[in-house]
């Protein structure tokens, strides 16, 4: 390997061997995927111009020197699981005789919301992650995922998704954890975990910067300064790499400041390998090469393309050979290309099928599973937890939960949307909205109930008779089902109207890839739905199940707004059973927003991890305060914290304690998320004026304490400087425990701020410093407690 290119030292001697008998083409063929079942269905960006299915009999003749992937074989179309099993078991068979090397395939699909097959399990969508404030639960289900992946014969993952919420008109926001970087970093790094556990490499995607395009717009330009990519968009990446030992990373579509991210060297070569210690393979989000050609202009023919992604460090070309077969081979037989460049990548790559046993004699001996329970009990109770944890509670007059009415209920309307569509509960990226959208023809292959068919059960067990009515759709203007609606809330005790998104790609729906909004109005007349039932008297719960957040002020604080709203984002299979239970009461919600909920699209872009002038000040007339800061959810029980002590003083680059007490003071058993936030009181440059420093959730019965001790890495107040190094610097910071970012003394939400001082010189991060806050609770008497 030639003297300026990085070599690849982790390679075996059998991979270097591998990759010594090797022809060019060999080479070339271990570095793309192959799309067997793409067709007319666009699941990708600008599929249908890269090309098309191949003809019946072809795999044999596409795949004669060896291929490195086989691109979504499960996930494309719906297909029986054990039948498509069976097929690729004999397929990876038919590469080890007939191929002159050997070499099987690696097979990846996506993954996001559980394993995107027909008939799989659907867990709620990342936001929900974030909104439940449970990494543990998190990587509990990616480890289900991962096994179910493993047992069909499936070796990668394309998820999690680490982009930080930045602007919530982004169609991809439902794909995002939260607008927090440490929540997302730690929520991430546990999926990962829970992939790996199962013998599956994750992918971390879309590195990096991808959720911070102009407007919202997907695919547009980044203006983002090397600070903010440093402090914002970078960390969970890191986290993910170090902490959790991400083998797989995905490219971001978006250029920051003029490059594109899938050929900056800088990112993919100097950051993710040369600093961090990243020795996996880099793939491209599909597409991504030939778009530095079509879309970013930067190459002027498919081997330049080719060319500026390989030497960057993209090693694998997804979801085919666009550039990395023809037009690369040109490019060093040429002379134009030092071939080294491809044999980095290969080592790369075959030493990710040698991890993953693909190199084995035996690896395909065994036979394929007769039958895969996709959707077994053990998803469905994670995927029920998830649901339940996630909801968050925005506003409660007293109406919730139904069952302690002061007065018997007898009947109860169900209006809305989303009241009776089961695709309402799913995300972008689950199977029954990403693919069988295009096949009407199939049943969604699982059981997941409406909230209205979910609601009537809960009903049922309370005694109360369930009216219906639609309203009117996700979209349009089509007002005519408004006079019955109205009618049915009227013949009601209680109405519950369900309102939202519909999850979909490029124009196909509300929110999802390609779904970018200029408004954060509810879609179509359903905020004219809401308030015509409100205008009736009858009392009015709001339920949101959405993708994003969306500007419902309105819905929240105005004198006509509905005695409660409940927000939901993107709840799963059992989300409607969740969603029924948080109303009648039989589940407590404990729900926290990952994400400010906004005043308005004009606000955006907007973060609770905003500077001073970030935020509402006398030199400006607009106000981009949310209507419900990060962090926020009600209970149907109190929780009291109190008895904050801190450290006085700790070394930069050491690590200090705080410790609170929460107080379950209500009359029921509940959850809830201890926030720890800090601010820097004087830095070398702007800092936010209240930052998430650790979190833990804790169950608590009624009248149950709890001593909660976090141990906070001072590398949680670390920022890159003027130089752009990353420090902790000496000073005082404040830390206080809130029950969200903009809790205060005076409101009660929050305890007194505790000061102490960072010592010492500044301290220059490493990776070899800690990144995350431990914590510990422990149960204590309440009487000594309080």
């Known amino acids: 390997m030639s003297a300026d290119i990085p070599a690849f030292p982790h390679a075996s001697d059998r991979v270097r061997d591998l990759l010594a008998r090797m022809t060019l083409d060999e080479k070339l063929a271990q570095l793309v995927g192959y799309w067997i079942d793409q067709g007319g269905e666009v699941v990708a960006p600008m599929q249908n111009e890269m090309g098309g299915k191949a003809a019946p009999g072809a795999l044999a003749e596409i795949t004669r020197d060896g291929i490195g992937h086989y691109t979504r074989v499960y996930g494309t179309r719906p297909v029986d699981a054990a039948e498509r099993a069976a097929w690729l078991w004999e397929e990876q068979r038919r590469l080890r005789r007939e191929t002159r090397l050997g070499i099987p395939a690696l097979v990846h699909e996506e993954c996001l919301t559980g394993l995107a097959a027909w008939k799989a399990a659907t867990f709620p969508t990342p936001l929900a992650w974030g909104a439940s404030f449970d990494p543990e639960l998190v990587e509990e289900m990616a480890a289900s995922i991962g096994e179910t992946m493993r047992d069909l014969g499936i070796h990668q993952g394309l998820a999690p998704v680490l982009d930080v919420i930045r602007d919530p008109r982004w169609g991809r926001v439902d794909e995002c954890i939260a607008e927090d970087p440490y929540v997302v970093g730690v929520t991430g790094t546990a999926y990962v975990r829970g992939l790996q556990s199962a013998g599956v490499h994750a992918t971390l995607k879309h590195f990096v910067g991808y959720s911070g395009s102009r407007a919202g717009r997907n695919h547009a330009p980044v203006s983002a300064g090397p600070r903010e990519v440093a402090d914002v968009f970078l960390p969970p990446f890191e986290m993910a790499v170090i902490d959790g030992g991400a083998r797989s990373v995905m490219n971001s579509y978006a250029e920051i400041d003029g490059v594109p991210l899938g050929s900056s060297a800088e990112h993919l070569t100097g950051l993710l390998r040369e600093t961090w210690g990243f020795d996996g393979v880099v793939v491209a989000d599909y597409f991504a090469v030939a778009f530095l050609e079509m879309m970013h202009g930067i190459a002027r023919d498919r081997g330049e393309a080719a060319e500026a992604a390989l030497t960057a460090g993209v090693d694998v070309e997804l979801p085919s050979g666009d550039a990395y077969l023809a037009p690369l081979r040109e490019r060093v037989l040429s002379g134009a290309l030092d071939e080294a460049f491809v044999d980095r990548a290969v080592l790369r790559a075959l030493s990710q099928k040698e991890e993953l046993g693909l190199l084995e004699p035996d690896a395909f001996d065994g036979e394929p599973p007769a039958a895969v329970d996709l959707d077994s009990p053990r998803h469905r109770d994670i995927a029920r937890r998830l649901a339940e944890e996630s909801a968050v509670l925005l506003s409660n007059d007293g109406i919730l939960p139904l069952a302690d ?116 109005e509810l879609p179509g007349v359903q905020r004219e739905l809401v308030e015509a039932l409100v205008r009736t008297g009858t009392p009015v719960v709001m339920v949101a199940v959405t993708g994003r957040p969306y500007a419902i002020g309105w819905a929240l604080d105005a004198v006509s707004a509905p005695a409660a709203v409940l927000q939901a984002f993107f709840p799963g299979e059992e989300g409607a059973s969740a969603l029924a239970g948080v109303l009648s009461g039989r589940v407590v919600p404990s729900g926290r927003l990952p994400v400010s909920l906004p005043r308005s699209a004009g606000a955006q872009p907007y973060s609770y991890l905003h500077p001073r002038l970030g935020g509402p000040s006398e030199v400006t007339a607009t106000d981009s305060t949310p209507v419900r800061p990060f962090g926020f959810g009600l209970s149907y029980t109190r929780f009291e914290v109190d008895r904050l002590d801190a450290d006085d003083e700790v070394a930069a680059g050491g690590a200090f304690r705080v410790a609170v007490t929460v107080t379950n003071t209500g009359g029921r058993a509940g959850a809830h998320v201890v926030q720890l936030y800090g601010h820097d009181v004087v830095a070398s440059v702007t800092r936010p004026v209240a930052q998430l420093l650790a979190f833990r959730r804790v169950t608590l019965d009624a009248g149950e304490s709890v001593r909660v001790t976090f141990d906070i890495p001072t590398q949680r107040f670390a920022f890159s400087d003027r130089s752009m190094t990353r420090v902790v610097e000496p000073g005082d910071v404040e830390v206080w425990v809130g029950a969200h970012a903009a809790a205060s003394v005076e409101e009660g939400t929050a305890t007194a701020r505790a000061t102490l001082r960072i010592t010492g010189a500044p301290h220059p991060v490493t990776t070899a410093d800690a990144r995350v806050a431990t914590s510990e609770a422990m149960i204590v008497d309440r009487a000594v407690s309080r």
């Open 405 to 520: 009415a002061a007065t018997p209920l007898g009947k109860i309307a169900v209006i809305g949307p989303n009241s009776a569509r089961p695709e309402a509960l799913m995300g972008c990226y689950s199977f029954a909205n990403h693919v069988l959208a295009h096949h009407p023809e199939h049943p969604i292959g699982f059981s997941i109930p409406s909230f209205l068919e979910a609601f009537s059960e809960e009903a049922d067990a309370l005694g109360v008779e369930v009216i219906a009515a639609h309203g009117c759709d996700v979209e349009g203007d089509d007002r005519s089902g408004f006079a019955e609606a109205v009618d049915v809330a009227r013949a009601a005790d209680v109405a519950i109207v369900v309102v939202g998104d519909q999850a979909g790609l490029f124009g196909r729906g509300t929110v999802g890839e390609g779904n970018d909004s200029e408004s954060l």
